[in-house]
């Protein structure tokens, strides 16, 4: 069974929106992951309303929340117009407060004029945390979600989904330093694909904000083992002539490395 991996968000922080983001995208973080028997999204950033046009057959869709930070989660929005049976959210309770009371809190009045409830699918919350495995049942064999602490304001999780004995693992928001290029080269070890937090380059990167480099992004890659790297999250001060000059650099030090374009879609 063909599995594919959809790019539909690709920037950090806020949506870009102008003619110099037209070829990489100016939406903020989201990736789906068709694996035949459903769809699996990594963060639900403003791409996610990209998927309503391509549902027809989908019975489930399952979201992993990597933190809540509205960039990652303000495609949620938009979930009464999806036509699915079935949509599960995962995510995890932070300071006390619950998964579920963390998106009522954000998502519904007064700040949009509808809530979780009034999604037509039926709609379930899960909370995980590091550490946790999940499994999602497919018709043939389960897909298995791992998670890993990510170092990052507010704190992220990290996720590697595995099938058919491949491997993809989603390690955005997490600033390297200390013993997390260890843990996360680990965590990612083996993986036919790494989707890398690449928000600053080497010369801009911000200490402290908990975002990496596409350098960092080709270190983990390599000590992982990795077959590829996707480039993305990237800061909406980049335009498109910028990114594309970064590429061709990040591409003569590992000729594997993409740069995420929103419409790619990846065989994996």
Avoid at 83 to 91: A, F, N, R, S
């Amino acid at each position: 069974m063909k599995t594919t991996l959809s790019v539909l968000g690709v920037r950090g922080a806020l949506p870009a929106a102008g003619g110099q983001y037209a070829e990489y995208g100016g939406n903020t973080s989201c990736f789906a992951l068709d694996y035949g028997d459903g769809l699996l999204c990594f963060d639900a950033g403003s791409g996610l309303p990209d998927l309503i046009g391509r549902l027809g057959g989908v019975r489930r869709l399952d979201i992993l929340i990597s933190h809540v930070h509205i960039d990652h989660i303000m495609g949620l929005y938009f979930l009464t117009a999806f036509k699915v049976p079935e949509i599960h959210l995962y995510g995890e309770a932070r300071q006390g407060v619950d998964f579920r009371r963390q998106l009522e809190s954000v998502i519904g009045q007064p700040y949009w004029p509808v809530g979780l409830e009034n999604v037509p699918a039926r709609i379930s919350l899960h909370e995980i945390a590091p550490g946790d495995q999940v499994v999602l049942p497919r018709g043939e064999g389960d897909l298995l979600v791992s998670t890993l602490r990510g170092n990052h304001p507010n704190e992220s999780l990290l996720f590697r989904a595995e099938l058919d004995g491949k491997r993809v693992t989603y390690a955005l928001d997490c600033e390297m330093g200390g013993d997390m290029d260890a843990r996360l080269a680990e965590f990612a070890r083996d993986s036919g694909l790494l989707i890398w937090d690449a928000n600053f380059t080497r010369a801009d990167k911000r200490p402290g904000w908990g975002h990496s480099t596409w350098e960092e992004g080709l270190a983990v890659a390599r000590a992982a083992g990795a077959e590829r790297v996707l480039m993305t999250h990237y800061s909406r001060n980049y335009t498109d002539s910028f990114l594309r000059e970064q590429e061709l650099l990040a591409k003569r030090e590992f000729s594997a490395c993409l740069f995420a374009r929103e419409g790619m879609v990846i065989d994996l």
